[in-house]
Antibody, heavy 119, light 108 residues
Framework: QVHLVQSGAEEKKPGASVKVSCETSRDTFIMYALHWVRQAPGQSLEWMGWIITGNGNTKYSEKFQSRISITRDTSTSTAYMELSSLTSDDTAIYYC????????????WGQGTLVTVSS | SSELTQDPAVSVALGQTVRITCQGDSLRNNYAGWYQKKPGQAPLLVFYGKNKRPSGIPDRFSGSSSGDTSSLTITGAQAEDEADYYCNSRDNPFNHIIFGGGTRLTVL
């Protein structure tokens, strides 16, 4: 049974940072890549970046390159996405999702984490 | 970077066939993936690659491609198919991933 379990909802002030976690099974952690995709209210899905959790390699969307960091904790099979310099435009549901490394077909998704940015 | 264009909304009568399209330059060299998104739920992969359907997805969902356009066809649409549908693909040469704007499917 594949599982991707994300951390709970967050409320942040503009200018702050948020760190969202995605815990998965050891098999997924070793063999797959974990991506972060977000959906703002009324908007489409937006790919943010990935990490190959087996070796730590990352790649980020140009849009978020300057303020995103995707990391991993091998001891807990958990990936993290940290986004800094938050604005109200970052209010969205953030999902982690799994693919084979260097692939683009997301076969399993986490349940989503609502991040609200408001003063 | 490239873009993927989808019609914002499509409707289909219950039991009829509907095609949802996705157009973009990246689709000339890459297959599209298709995702069903219902309110309050995570996206669900329903079709991908040349001809692949994930386990558990009904065979009424199928896909095709020609040139810069990929299509998702639902043959015999059911009420539970009412959802937003998104396509995605790789965006060469940046090795990024892009999504279409989504198509809202209404089953009448």
């Amino acid at each position: 049974q594949v599982h991707l379990v994300q951390s709970g909802a967050e409320e942040k002030k503009p200018g702050a940072s948020v760190k969202v976690s995605c815990e998965t099974s050891r098999d997924t952690f070793i063999m797959y890549a974990l991506h972060w995709v977000r959906q703002a209210p009324g908007q489409s899905l937006e790919w943010m970046g990935w990490i190959i959790t087996g070796n730590g390699n990352t790649k980020y969307s140009e849009k978020f390159q300057s303020r995103i960091s995707i990391t991993r904790d091998t001891s807990t099979s958990t990936a993290y996405m940290e986004l800094s310099s938050l604005t109200s435009d970052d209010t969205a549901i953030y999902y982690c999702a799994r693919t084979y490394p260097y692939d683009e077909d997301f076969d399993y998704w986490g349940q989503g984490t609502l991040v609200t940015v408001s003063s | 970077s490239s873009e993927l264009t989808q019609d914002p909304a499509v409707s289909v009568a219950l039991g009829q066939t509907v095609r949802i399209t996705c157009q973009g330059d990246s689709l000339r060299n890459n297959y599209a993936g298709w995702y069903q998104k219902k309110p309050g739920q995570a996206p669900l992969l329903v079709f991908y690659g040349k001809n692949k359907r994930p386990s558990g997805i009904p065979d009424r969902f199928s896909g095709s491609s020609s040139g810069d356009t990929s299509s998702l066809t639902i043959t015999g649409a059911q009420a539970e198919d009412e959802a937003d549908y998104y396509c995605n693909s790789r965006d060469n040469p940046f090795n990024h991933i892009i999504f279409g704007g989504g198509t809202r499917l209404t089953v009448l």
